[in-house]
């Protein structure tokens, strides 16, 4: 596809993805942007990365070119890049990534679920994975469907105007700029995942490399009450549509300070350290961990982007 179809299809992909206007973000850096996710997911074409993967999962009678993106016109007004994935690496659980070029109502689900098991009928997708703009407000209850992860955002300006929450003074946070116990971190998540077994497939540990970044990017704070260590907060140097923006990449508070709303307060004392040039915070939530969803929305975020997976059994 040309760079000009492409923009295109990003101008109508863009009204489907985001509610980029509720946060103050322009339309031209929102199409901007989803033009360089376009140009990401088609990097995955790289004959190596083929290679790669072909060699990787094995899957009998699959050839290197069935793992390309492809742009797809479903009918005349509707089209979609789509490419074949794997969950958690696994070729046991194949699903298929959509990217939509048009905005859809309740009944195009069914013509999606229609076209990604024929389309990549050769792999036996389990699902589909699709993320559309909350405000679409898509009737899902028919599909097996289940919200996974949503785009948390807010604007650091209006975030510091909101009032001060409560247990906002016992909070400090201490920057890491060197050391970073990973030993204690890890011994933190296998508390967390001890007393919330339901949440240890999707609220993992960050990895060293995230965290390493997050020293890096000097984003990164230790979380002490009252002067006992309670916890760690870190973000990483992460543009949102075009706009300089922080990526929330850990917040984790022991078991024992939980409950008392300072997951609330420390979220908000860092926003309010950091550098005025950052304009939003942002993050993925995974849709079941109901806790952070609740204390992002009390800080001043909002959802503008959703994913789902449909059952394509």
């Known amino acids: 596809m040309s760079k000009e179809c492409i923009e295109e299809f990003a101008k109508s992909s863009v009204e489907c993805l985001y509610d980029y ?6 339309k031209k850096k929102a199409i901007e942007s989803v033009v360089s996710e376009i140009d990401s997911l088609l ?7 083929l290679k790669r993967r ?11 070119n069935d793992y ?3 742009f797809y016109n479903l ?32 009944a195009d689900i069914e013509t999606l679920k229609e076209f990604a098991s024929k389309q990549f009928y050769k792999f036996s997708p389990k699902f589909l994975t699709v993320w559309i703009k909350p405000s679409l407000e898509l009737d899902f ?3 097996q469907a289940i919200k996974s992860r949503l785009y948390m955002v807010g604007s650091t300006s209006n975030i510091r105007k909101m009032e001060t929450p409560s247990n906002y003074g016992k909070v400090t946070l201490e920057k890491i700029t060197t050391e970073f116990d990973f030993n204690w971190y890890s011994n933190a998540y296998e508390e967390f995942h001890r007393l919330n077994p339901e949440l240890k497939n999707w609220v993992s540990i960050t990895d060293r490399e995230d965290i390493n970044r997050c020293i890096s990017d000097e984003l990164i704070y230790r979380v002490l009450i009252d002067g006992v260590l309670a916890g760690i907060i870190g973000a990483q140097n992460d543009p949102l549509l075009g706009e300089p923006s922080v990526y929330m990449t850990e917040l984790l508070l022991l078991s024992r300070y939980k409950g008392q709303g300072l997951a609330v307060a420390l979220q908000r004392k860092f926003i309010d ?7 939003y915070v942002w993050g993925t939530i995974d849709a079941k961990n109901l806790p952070s969803l609740k204390t992002s929305q009390r800080v001043g975020r909002l959802p503008i982007r959703s994913e789902y997976f449909i059952n394509l059994d």
């Open 21 to 26: 206007d509720i946060i103050g973000i322009s």
């Open 141 to 143: 209850s028919k599909y």
């Open 68 to 70: 390309e993106e492809n």
């Open 54 to 64: 072909h060699a990787h999962f094995k899957i009998p009678d699959i050839q290197i």
């Open 43 to 49: 990097k995955l074409n790289d004959e190596k990365t």
């Open 273 to 279: 350290q950091l550098p005025k040039q950052y304009k």
């Open 75 to 106: 009918n005349n007004t509707q089209t979609v890049l789509a490419g074949i994935r794997h969950l958690n690496g696994s070729k046991d659980l194949p699903f298929v990534h959509l990217m939509l070029g048009f905005n859809p109502v309740s």
